[in-house]
Protein backbone atom coordinates (compact mmCIF):
# COMPACT_ATOMS: atom_id res chain seq x y z
CA UNK A 1 0.00 0.00 0.00
CA UNK A 2 1.33 3.30 -1.17
CA UNK A 3 2.81 5.45 2.13
CA UNK A 4 0.07 7.64 1.04
CA UNK A 5 -2.76 5.77 2.19
CA UNK A 6 -1.68 4.63 5.62
CA UNK A 7 -2.88 6.44 8.89
CA UNK A 8 -0.45 7.63 11.21
CA UNK A 9 -1.21 8.37 14.92
CA UNK A 10 -1.59 11.92 15.58
CA UNK A 11 0.03 13.70 18.88
CA UNK A 12 -2.20 16.83 18.66
CA UNK A 13 -4.68 16.88 21.38
CA UNK A 14 -4.63 20.26 23.13
CA UNK A 15 -6.17 23.71 21.20
CA UNK A 16 -7.02 27.28 21.75
CA UNK A 17 -10.96 28.24 21.88
CA UNK A 18 -13.30 25.50 20.43
CA UNK A 19 -13.95 26.23 16.60
CA UNK A 20 -16.95 25.21 14.54
CA UNK A 21 -16.74 23.52 11.51
CA UNK A 22 -16.85 26.62 9.62
CA UNK A 23 -13.46 27.17 10.26
CA UNK A 24 -12.79 24.96 7.66
CA UNK A 25 -11.47 26.09 4.22
CA UNK A 26 -14.67 27.34 2.01
CA UNK A 27 -15.42 25.64 -0.81
CA UNK A 28 -12.78 25.72 -3.31
CA UNK A 29 -13.99 24.63 -6.42
CA UNK A 30 -14.63 26.37 -9.23
CA UNK A 31 -17.37 25.84 -12.23
CA UNK A 32 -16.29 23.02 -14.29
CA UNK A 33 -14.99 20.83 -11.63
CA UNK A 34 -17.43 18.08 -11.13
CA UNK A 35 -18.02 16.77 -7.27
CA UNK A 36 -20.41 14.50 -5.99
CA UNK A 37 -23.13 15.40 -3.23
CA UNK A 38 -26.02 13.63 -0.96
CA UNK A 39 -29.15 15.12 -0.85
CA UNK A 40 -31.06 14.06 1.70
CA UNK A 41 -34.82 14.35 1.41
CA UNK A 42 -38.00 12.92 2.92
CA UNK A 43 -37.80 9.48 2.54
CA UNK A 44 -41.22 9.61 -0.06
CA UNK A 45 -41.55 9.06 -3.65
CA UNK A 46 -43.08 11.89 -4.13
CA UNK A 47 -40.45 14.45 -2.81
CA UNK A 48 -38.22 12.20 -3.90
CA UNK A 49 -38.97 12.91 -7.59
CA UNK A 50 -40.03 16.13 -7.11
CA UNK A 51 -36.47 16.95 -5.76
CA UNK A 52 -34.74 14.67 -8.54
CA UNK A 53 -36.16 17.54 -10.97
CA UNK A 54 -34.52 20.67 -8.71
CA UNK A 55 -30.94 18.63 -9.27
CA UNK A 56 -31.70 18.52 -13.27
CA UNK A 57 -32.75 22.12 -12.83
CA UNK A 58 -29.38 23.10 -10.85
CA UNK A 59 -27.28 21.37 -13.19
CA UNK A 60 -26.81 18.13 -11.02
CA UNK A 61 -27.18 14.73 -12.92
CA UNK A 62 -28.76 11.67 -10.23
CA UNK A 63 -26.44 8.67 -9.88
CA UNK A 64 -28.83 6.73 -7.77
CA UNK A 65 -31.42 7.17 -5.10
CA UNK A 66 -32.03 5.44 -1.61
CA UNK A 67 -35.76 5.92 -1.78
CA UNK A 68 -35.39 3.79 1.58
CA UNK A 69 -33.64 6.57 3.33
CA UNK A 70 -34.18 9.42 1.42
CA UNK A 71 -31.06 9.61 0.11
CA UNK A 72 -30.24 10.82 -3.37
CA UNK A 73 -26.54 11.03 -4.22
CA UNK A 74 -25.66 13.40 -7.35
CA UNK A 75 -22.91 15.01 -9.15
CA UNK A 76 -22.76 18.86 -10.36
CA UNK A 77 -20.16 20.93 -11.79
CA UNK A 78 -21.91 24.09 -10.31
CA UNK A 79 -20.16 25.60 -7.68
CA UNK A 80 -23.68 26.75 -5.76
CA UNK A 81 -25.38 23.23 -6.18
CA UNK A 82 -25.40 22.47 -2.55
CA UNK A 83 -26.59 25.95 -1.52
CA UNK A 84 -29.36 25.75 -4.12
CA UNK A 85 -30.53 21.87 -3.08
CA UNK A 86 -30.47 22.90 0.65
CA UNK A 87 -33.45 25.62 -0.35
CA UNK A 88 -35.31 23.32 -2.26
CA UNK A 89 -38.48 21.99 -0.31
CA UNK A 90 -38.48 19.16 1.12
CA UNK A 91 -34.60 18.45 1.30
CA UNK A 92 -33.40 18.15 4.73
CA UNK A 93 -29.81 18.58 4.45
CA UNK A 94 -27.48 18.52 1.11
CA UNK A 95 -23.45 18.83 0.71
CA UNK A 96 -20.61 18.04 -1.20
CA UNK A 97 -18.83 14.80 -0.56
CA UNK A 98 -15.20 15.74 -1.40
CA UNK A 99 -13.30 19.12 -1.51
CA UNK A 100 -11.34 17.71 -4.53
CA UNK A 101 -9.87 14.72 -5.91
CA UNK A 102 -6.21 14.28 -4.45
CA UNK A 103 -4.78 10.92 -2.65
CA UNK A 104 -5.03 10.57 0.73
CA UNK A 105 -5.73 8.06 3.31
CA UNK A 106 -8.68 6.95 5.97
CA UNK A 107 -8.19 2.93 6.76
CA UNK A 108 -7.24 2.36 10.63
CA UNK A 109 -4.05 0.30 10.29
CA UNK A 110 -0.88 1.56 11.35
CA UNK A 111 2.45 1.58 9.74
CA UNK A 112 3.55 -0.88 6.90
CA UNK A 113 2.42 -4.83 6.57
CA UNK A 114 5.23 -7.17 8.01
CA UNK A 115 4.81 -9.87 5.56
CA UNK A 116 5.09 -13.65 6.87
CA UNK A 117 7.28 -16.05 4.78
CA UNK A 118 4.76 -19.00 4.51
CA UNK A 119 6.72 -22.51 3.64
CA UNK A 120 4.84 -24.57 1.42
CA UNK A 121 4.92 -27.11 4.74
CA UNK A 122 2.23 -24.62 6.47
CA UNK A 123 -0.08 -25.17 3.17
CA UNK A 124 0.14 -28.50 1.76
CA UNK A 125 -1.26 -31.67 2.28
CA UNK A 126 0.65 -32.56 4.98
CA UNK A 127 -0.07 -28.69 6.96
CA UNK A 128 -3.54 -29.95 6.96
CA UNK A 129 -3.45 -33.18 8.20
CA UNK A 130 -0.88 -31.83 11.15
CA UNK A 131 -3.18 -29.39 11.85
CA UNK A 132 -6.19 -31.45 12.01
CA UNK A 133 -4.65 -33.73 14.68
CA UNK A 134 -3.27 -31.00 16.71
CA UNK A 135 -6.34 -28.87 16.29
CA UNK A 136 -5.43 -25.91 15.37
CA UNK A 137 -4.35 -24.08 11.57
CA UNK A 138 -0.63 -24.35 10.84
CA UNK A 139 0.31 -20.91 11.55
CA UNK A 140 -2.39 -20.29 14.47
CA UNK A 141 0.52 -20.38 17.32
CA UNK A 142 1.33 -17.14 15.81
CA UNK A 143 -2.17 -16.01 16.11
CA UNK A 144 -1.97 -14.10 20.09
CA UNK A 145 -4.54 -12.08 19.21
CA UNK A 146 -6.95 -15.05 19.09
CA UNK A 147 -5.67 -16.35 22.58
CA UNK A 148 -7.01 -13.46 24.08
CA UNK A 149 -10.21 -13.36 22.98
CA UNK A 150 -10.44 -17.23 23.69
CA UNK A 151 -11.57 -17.80 20.03
CA UNK A 152 -9.47 -21.08 20.27
CA UNK A 153 -11.68 -21.90 22.83
CA UNK A 154 -14.62 -21.20 20.83
CA UNK A 155 -13.79 -23.09 18.23
CA UNK A 156 -14.21 -26.44 20.35
CA UNK A 157 -18.06 -25.45 21.14
CA UNK A 158 -18.98 -23.58 17.97
CA UNK A 159 -17.35 -21.87 14.90
CA UNK A 160 -20.09 -19.70 14.17
CA UNK A 161 -23.58 -20.59 11.61
CA UNK A 162 -23.01 -20.44 7.17
CA UNK A 163 -26.56 -18.69 7.75
CA UNK A 164 -24.60 -15.86 8.93
CA UNK A 165 -22.69 -13.21 6.84
CA UNK A 166 -20.24 -10.64 8.02
CA UNK A 167 -19.79 -7.70 5.46
CA UNK A 168 -16.76 -6.06 5.26
CA UNK A 169 -16.98 -2.11 4.23
CA UNK A 170 -12.95 -1.82 2.69
CA UNK A 171 -11.29 -1.88 -0.27
CA UNK A 172 -12.30 -4.94 -1.13
CA UNK A 173 -11.30 -8.62 0.13
CA UNK A 174 -9.40 -11.14 -2.64
CA UNK A 175 -12.21 -14.27 -2.08
CA UNK A 176 -9.80 -16.37 -4.29
CA UNK A 177 -7.29 -16.93 -1.32
CA UNK A 178 -7.04 -20.46 0.08
CA UNK A 179 -8.02 -19.34 3.19
CA UNK A 180 -11.04 -17.27 2.88
CA UNK A 181 -12.74 -18.87 -0.37
CA UNK A 182 -14.64 -21.90 1.71
CA UNK A 183 -16.33 -18.72 3.18
CA UNK A 184 -16.70 -15.96 1.06
CA UNK A 185 -20.30 -15.04 0.16
CA UNK A 186 -20.07 -13.66 -4.00
CA UNK A 187 -24.25 -13.09 -3.70
CA UNK A 188 -24.34 -11.04 -0.81
CA UNK A 189 -21.10 -8.85 -2.27
CA UNK A 190 -20.60 -5.94 -4.46
CA UNK A 191 -18.35 -2.44 -5.52
CA UNK A 192 -20.14 0.15 -4.26
CA UNK A 193 -17.65 3.17 -5.08
CA UNK A 194 -19.38 5.92 -7.01
CA UNK A 195 -22.33 5.24 -4.78
CA UNK A 196 -24.08 2.55 -6.95
CA UNK A 197 -23.56 -1.26 -6.53
CA UNK A 198 -21.71 -2.88 -9.05
CA UNK A 199 -22.28 -6.58 -8.36
CA UNK A 200 -20.50 -8.08 -11.39
CA UNK A 201 -18.60 -11.47 -10.78
CA UNK A 202 -14.91 -9.66 -9.19
CA UNK A 203 -16.33 -6.48 -8.84
CA UNK A 204 -16.17 -6.54 -5.28
CA UNK A 205 -12.25 -7.75 -5.38
CA UNK A 206 -9.15 -5.55 -4.46
CA UNK A 207 -7.95 -3.07 -7.51
CA UNK A 208 -3.95 -4.26 -6.50
CA UNK A 209 -2.05 -6.45 -4.13
CA UNK A 210 -1.69 -3.38 -2.24
CA UNK A 211 -5.78 -3.04 -1.81
CA UNK A 212 -5.02 -5.54 0.96
CA UNK A 213 -7.08 -4.03 4.08
CA UNK A 214 -10.20 -5.51 3.26
CA UNK A 215 -8.14 -8.74 2.89
CA UNK A 216 -6.50 -8.73 5.73
CA UNK A 217 -9.57 -7.51 7.91
CA UNK A 218 -11.83 -10.49 6.61
CA UNK A 219 -9.53 -12.92 7.61
CA UNK A 220 -9.45 -11.78 10.88
CA UNK A 221 -13.28 -12.10 11.00
CA UNK A 222 -13.66 -15.47 9.08
CA UNK A 223 -10.64 -17.42 7.77
CA UNK A 224 -12.10 -21.13 8.19
CA UNK A 225 -10.47 -24.06 10.00
CA UNK A 226 -9.71 -25.64 7.07
CA UNK A 227 -5.98 -27.23 7.77
CA UNK A 228 -4.85 -23.55 6.17
CA UNK A 229 -2.84 -20.84 7.19
CA UNK A 230 -4.53 -18.84 9.77
CA UNK A 231 -8.60 -19.00 11.97
CA UNK A 232 -10.44 -16.21 11.96
CA UNK A 233 -12.68 -14.86 15.02
CA UNK A 234 -15.59 -16.80 13.68
CA UNK A 235 -14.61 -19.81 11.21
CA UNK A 236 -17.43 -21.22 10.42
CA UNK A 237 -19.75 -17.73 8.96
CA UNK A 238 -19.88 -16.35 5.85
CA UNK A 239 -17.98 -13.15 4.47
CA UNK A 240 -18.73 -10.52 2.19
CA UNK A 241 -16.88 -7.94 0.40
CA UNK A 242 -18.56 -4.49 -0.24
CA UNK A 243 -15.87 -2.36 -1.53
CA UNK A 244 -15.87 1.01 -0.96
CA UNK A 245 -12.30 2.57 -1.63
CA UNK A 246 -11.62 4.69 -5.10
CA UNK A 247 -9.64 3.55 -7.05
CA UNK A 248 -5.58 4.56 -6.37
CA UNK A 249 -6.62 6.96 -3.97
CA UNK A 250 -8.51 4.86 -1.48
CA UNK A 251 -10.56 7.26 -0.36
CA UNK A 252 -13.81 6.02 1.35
CA UNK A 253 -16.56 8.51 0.25
CA UNK A 254 -20.10 8.99 2.21
CA UNK A 255 -22.14 7.98 -1.07
CA UNK A 256 -20.11 4.32 -1.35
CA UNK A 257 -20.38 3.96 2.35
CA UNK A 258 -24.48 4.35 2.11
CA UNK A 259 -24.20 2.33 -1.13
CA UNK A 260 -22.29 -0.47 0.94
CA UNK A 261 -25.09 -0.30 4.44
CA UNK A 262 -27.89 -0.44 2.64
CA UNK A 263 -26.98 -3.32 0.02
CA UNK A 264 -25.82 -5.02 3.27
CA UNK A 265 -29.33 -4.39 5.03
CA UNK A 266 -31.32 -5.39 1.64
CA UNK A 267 -29.07 -8.40 1.13
CA UNK A 268 -29.24 -10.13 4.65
CA UNK A 269 -25.92 -9.44 6.25
CA UNK A 270 -25.86 -9.40 9.55
CA UNK A 271 -23.01 -7.87 10.71
CA UNK A 272 -21.05 -5.10 8.93
CA UNK A 273 -17.29 -4.38 9.77
CA UNK A 274 -16.38 -0.75 9.09
CA UNK A 275 -12.32 -0.50 9.90
CA UNK A 276 -12.27 3.35 8.61
CA UNK A 277 -13.55 6.70 8.75
CA UNK A 278 -15.34 8.28 6.04
CA UNK A 279 -13.29 11.16 4.01
CA UNK A 280 -12.83 13.54 3.74
CA UNK A 281 -13.06 14.97 7.46
CA UNK A 282 -12.07 13.03 10.34
CA UNK A 283 -14.70 14.80 12.37
CA UNK A 284 -18.11 16.23 10.28
CA UNK A 285 -19.01 19.06 12.21
CA UNK A 286 -22.98 19.36 12.05
CA UNK A 287 -22.60 23.44 12.09
CA UNK A 288 -20.84 22.87 8.49
CA UNK A 289 -23.57 23.13 5.37
CA UNK A 290 -21.72 20.27 3.91
CA UNK A 291 -20.45 17.86 6.56
CA UNK A 292 -24.16 17.96 8.19
CA UNK A 293 -25.33 15.87 5.46
CA UNK A 294 -22.87 13.40 5.32
CA UNK A 295 -23.51 13.07 8.97
CA UNK A 296 -27.26 12.84 8.41
CA UNK A 297 -26.66 10.35 5.01
CA UNK A 298 -24.43 7.83 7.09
CA UNK A 299 -26.53 8.03 9.97
CA UNK A 300 -29.90 7.16 7.71
CA UNK A 301 -28.12 4.53 6.35
CA UNK A 302 -26.78 2.75 9.33
CA UNK A 303 -30.43 3.24 11.20
CA UNK A 304 -32.04 1.47 8.10
CA UNK A 305 -29.79 -1.77 8.32
CA UNK A 306 -30.06 -1.50 12.28
CA UNK A 307 -33.48 -1.93 11.74
CA UNK A 308 -33.46 -4.21 9.41
CA UNK A 309 -31.11 -6.64 11.75
CA UNK A 310 -27.59 -5.64 10.76
CA UNK A 311 -25.11 -4.94 13.77
CA UNK A 312 -22.73 -2.11 13.08
CA UNK A 313 -19.03 -2.83 14.11
CA UNK A 314 -16.53 0.33 13.77
CA UNK A 315 -12.88 0.98 14.97
CA UNK A 316 -12.41 3.96 17.11
CA UNK A 317 -9.18 5.45 14.93
CA UNK A 318 -5.39 5.74 15.47
CA UNK A 319 -4.98 9.18 16.60
CA UNK A 320 -4.63 8.46 20.11
CA UNK A 321 -7.39 11.08 20.79
CA UNK A 322 -9.45 11.27 23.81
CA UNK A 323 -13.04 11.26 22.11
CA UNK A 324 -14.60 12.25 25.02
CA UNK A 325 -12.47 15.99 25.66
CA UNK A 326 -14.08 18.96 25.34
CA UNK A 327 -11.96 19.71 22.07
CA UNK A 328 -9.10 17.98 19.86
CA UNK A 329 -7.50 19.61 17.73
CA UNK A 330 -7.41 17.88 14.06
CA UNK A 331 -5.01 18.60 11.59
CA UNK A 332 -5.39 15.95 8.31
CA UNK A 333 -9.04 17.35 6.91
CA UNK A 334 -9.83 17.46 4.53
CA UNK A 335 -7.59 14.54 3.41
CA UNK A 336 -8.72 14.51 -0.17
CA UNK A 337 -7.03 18.55 -0.60
CA UNK A 338 -4.97 21.16 1.61
CA UNK A 339 -5.78 19.72 5.59
CA UNK A 340 -5.97 22.99 7.94
CA UNK A 341 -6.12 22.58 11.41
CA UNK A 342 -8.78 23.38 13.32
CA UNK A 343 -9.97 22.45 16.92
CA UNK A 344 -13.47 20.65 16.72
CA UNK A 345 -15.77 19.92 19.95
CA UNK A 346 -16.23 15.84 19.75
CA UNK A 347 -19.83 16.10 21.10
CA UNK A 348 -20.67 18.13 18.01
CA UNK A 349 -18.17 16.94 15.46
CA UNK A 350 -18.25 13.14 14.70
CA UNK A 351 -16.34 9.99 13.39
CA UNK A 352 -17.89 8.09 10.71
CA UNK A 353 -18.98 5.86 11.42
CA UNK A 354 -17.55 5.08 14.71
CA UNK A 355 -19.26 7.60 16.69
CA UNK A 356 -22.75 7.47 15.42
CA UNK A 357 -25.39 6.12 17.85
CA UNK A 358 -26.08 2.06 17.45
CA UNK A 359 -22.79 1.48 15.80
CA UNK A 360 -20.38 -0.60 18.20
CA UNK A 361 -17.05 1.55 18.42
CA UNK A 362 -13.86 -0.46 19.49
CA UNK A 363 -10.77 0.55 20.71
CA UNK A 364 -7.34 -1.49 20.41
CA UNK A 365 -5.15 -3.27 22.57
CA UNK A 366 -2.06 -5.09 22.68
CA UNK A 367 -0.28 -8.42 23.26
CA UNK A 368 -0.46 -6.96 27.56
CA UNK A 369 -4.15 -6.36 27.55
CA UNK A 370 -3.22 -2.77 27.62
CA UNK A 371 -4.64 0.13 25.25
CA UNK A 372 -2.31 0.27 21.82
CA UNK A 373 -0.64 3.63 22.11
CA UNK A 374 -2.03 4.64 18.72
CA UNK A 375 -5.65 3.91 20.01
CA UNK A 376 -8.82 6.45 20.35
CA UNK A 377 -10.43 6.20 23.68
CA UNK A 378 -13.11 8.08 25.23
CA UNK A 379 -15.06 7.48 28.25
CA UNK A 380 -18.93 6.48 27.02
CA UNK A 381 -17.50 6.56 23.60
CA UNK A 382 -16.13 3.46 23.03
CA UNK A 383 -18.08 0.53 23.67
CA UNK A 384 -15.57 -2.41 23.58
CA UNK A 385 -11.75 -3.17 23.21
CA UNK A 386 -10.19 -5.81 20.97
CA UNK A 387 -6.43 -7.08 19.66
CA UNK A 388 -5.67 -4.87 17.72
CA UNK A 389 -1.69 -4.66 17.94
CA UNK A 390 1.21 -2.45 19.29
CA UNK A 391 4.11 -3.85 17.78
CA UNK A 392 6.14 -0.87 19.73
CA UNK A 393 5.53 -1.36 23.33
CA UNK A 394 3.67 -5.15 23.49
CA UNK A 395 5.37 -7.96 22.37
CA UNK A 396 3.53 -11.41 22.62
CA UNK A 397 5.22 -14.66 24.19
CA UNK A 398 6.47 -17.38 22.25
CA UNK A 399 5.73 -18.73 20.19
CA UNK A 400 4.15 -15.38 18.74
CA UNK A 401 6.67 -13.62 16.59
CA UNK A 402 5.30 -9.93 16.19
CA UNK A 403 3.16 -7.69 17.86
CA UNK A 404 0.64 -6.93 15.07
CA UNK A 405 -2.04 -9.13 13.88
CA UNK A 406 -1.40 -11.92 11.33
CA UNK A 407 -3.73 -12.20 8.76
CA UNK A 408 -4.50 -12.65 4.98
CA UNK A 409 -3.17 -10.53 2.30
CA UNK A 410 -4.01 -10.60 -1.50
CA UNK A 411 -2.63 -13.54 -3.77
CA UNK A 412 -2.47 -15.98 -0.91
CA UNK A 413 -0.40 -14.01 1.10
CA UNK A 414 -0.15 -13.31 5.36
CA UNK A 415 1.78 -10.42 7.07
CA UNK A 416 0.89 -8.85 9.90
CA UNK A 417 -0.91 -5.40 11.07
CA UNK A 418 -1.80 -3.52 13.63
CA UNK A 419 -4.53 -0.47 14.23
CA UNK A 420 -7.92 -0.11 15.35
CA UNK A 421 -8.61 -1.89 11.92
CA UNK A 422 -7.52 -5.13 13.26
CA UNK A 423 -9.54 -4.57 16.42
CA UNK A 424 -12.74 -4.41 15.23
CA UNK A 425 -13.24 -7.14 12.99
CA UNK A 426 -11.98 -9.16 16.19
CA UNK A 427 -15.35 -8.13 17.71
CA UNK A 428 -17.62 -8.27 14.14
CA UNK A 429 -16.20 -11.74 14.45
CA UNK A 430 -17.87 -12.88 18.19
CA UNK A 431 -20.80 -10.54 17.26
CA UNK A 432 -21.31 -13.49 14.43
CA UNK A 433 -20.97 -15.94 16.66
CA UNK A 434 -23.22 -14.17 19.09
CA UNK A 435 -25.96 -14.05 15.92
CA UNK A 436 -25.23 -18.10 15.21
CA UNK A 437 -26.07 -19.01 18.82
CA UNK A 438 -29.12 -16.41 19.23
CA UNK A 439 -30.82 -16.48 15.48
CA UNK A 440 -33.60 -14.37 16.35
CA UNK A 441 -31.29 -11.37 18.16
CA UNK A 442 -31.84 -8.21 16.87
CA UNK A 443 -29.43 -5.77 16.01
CA UNK A 444 -29.59 -3.86 19.42
CA UNK A 445 -29.56 -7.30 21.60
CA UNK A 446 -26.47 -8.46 19.65
CA UNK A 447 -24.33 -5.21 20.54
CA UNK A 448 -25.88 -5.39 24.18
CA UNK A 449 -24.85 -8.60 24.65
CA UNK A 450 -20.83 -7.89 23.02
CA UNK A 451 -20.66 -5.41 26.49
CA UNK A 452 -22.30 -7.22 28.87
CA UNK A 453 -19.94 -10.63 27.83
CA UNK A 454 -17.03 -8.75 27.41
CA UNK A 455 -13.96 -9.36 29.70
CA UNK A 456 -13.51 -6.40 32.18
CA UNK A 457 -10.48 -4.90 32.21
CA UNK A 458 -9.63 -2.26 35.23
CA UNK A 459 -8.26 1.45 34.25
CA UNK A 460 -4.11 1.01 34.83
CA UNK A 461 -2.64 3.79 37.25
CA UNK A 462 -0.43 5.22 35.04
CA UNK A 463 -0.16 5.27 30.72
CA UNK A 464 2.57 6.28 29.46
CA UNK A 465 4.53 3.70 27.26
CA UNK A 466 7.34 5.33 26.28
CA UNK A 467 7.98 7.15 29.68
CA UNK A 468 8.40 10.37 27.90
CA UNK A 469 4.59 11.52 27.51
CA UNK A 470 4.39 11.21 23.78
CA UNK A 471 1.56 8.68 24.29
CA UNK A 472 0.47 9.64 27.89
CA UNK A 473 -3.51 9.09 28.53
CA UNK A 474 -5.66 9.36 31.68
CA UNK A 475 -7.92 6.40 32.07
CA UNK A 476 -11.21 7.57 33.86
CA UNK A 477 -14.48 5.57 34.48
CA UNK A 478 -14.75 1.74 36.03
CA UNK A 479 -13.70 -1.71 36.06
CA UNK A 480 -16.97 -2.32 33.98
CA UNK A 481 -16.70 0.55 31.55
CA UNK A 482 -14.12 3.34 31.17
CA UNK A 483 -12.63 4.94 28.92
CA UNK A 484 -9.39 3.03 27.39
CA UNK A 485 -11.40 -0.58 27.05
CA UNK A 486 -15.11 0.57 27.09
CA UNK A 487 -17.18 -2.50 29.02
CA UNK A 488 -14.16 -5.03 28.19
CA UNK A 489 -12.21 -6.90 26.03
CA UNK A 490 -14.53 -8.86 23.67
CA UNK A 491 -14.82 -12.62 24.58
CA UNK A 492 -15.35 -15.28 21.81
CA UNK A 493 -15.65 -17.90 24.35
CA UNK A 494 -18.88 -16.82 26.01
CA UNK A 495 -20.54 -15.83 22.68
CA UNK A 496 -21.16 -19.59 22.07
CA UNK A 497 -21.88 -20.26 25.85
CA UNK A 498 -24.05 -17.92 26.93
Known amino acids: MPLGLVLTASLALA ?48 VTSYEQIGVIVAHSANAGFGDTMRAVEGVDTAGATRTAPLKAASTTDVGKPKYLKVPKSATGAEAKA ?18 IIRADEASRISQGSKKVTVGVIDTGVDDTHPDL ?31 YHGTHVAGIVAAPRNGVGVAGAAPGVKVASLKVSEEESSLFFTEAVVCAMVFAADHGVEVTNNSYYTDPWLYNCKDDDDQRALVDAVDRAAKYATNKGTTHVSSAGNSSHDLAAKEIVDDSSPDDSTPVERTINPAECLDLPSMLDGVTSVSSTGAKNAKSYFSNYGLNKVDISAPGGDRRYQMPEEPAKDGG ?31 SHHPKASAQEIAWRLKAQAMSVTCPEEFDPDGKGTYKADCTGLKGNNSFYGHGIVDALAAVKK
Open 130 to 147: AAKAAGEEPLESLQWDKR
Open 15 to 62: GAAVASGQDAPAESQADGEKLSYVVNTKADAGTIERVKKEIAKADGTV
Open 181 to 211: KANFSAGQSANCVGGKADTSPGAWRPYTAND
Open 405 to 435: VLSTMPNGDYAYLQGTSMAGPQVAGVAALIK
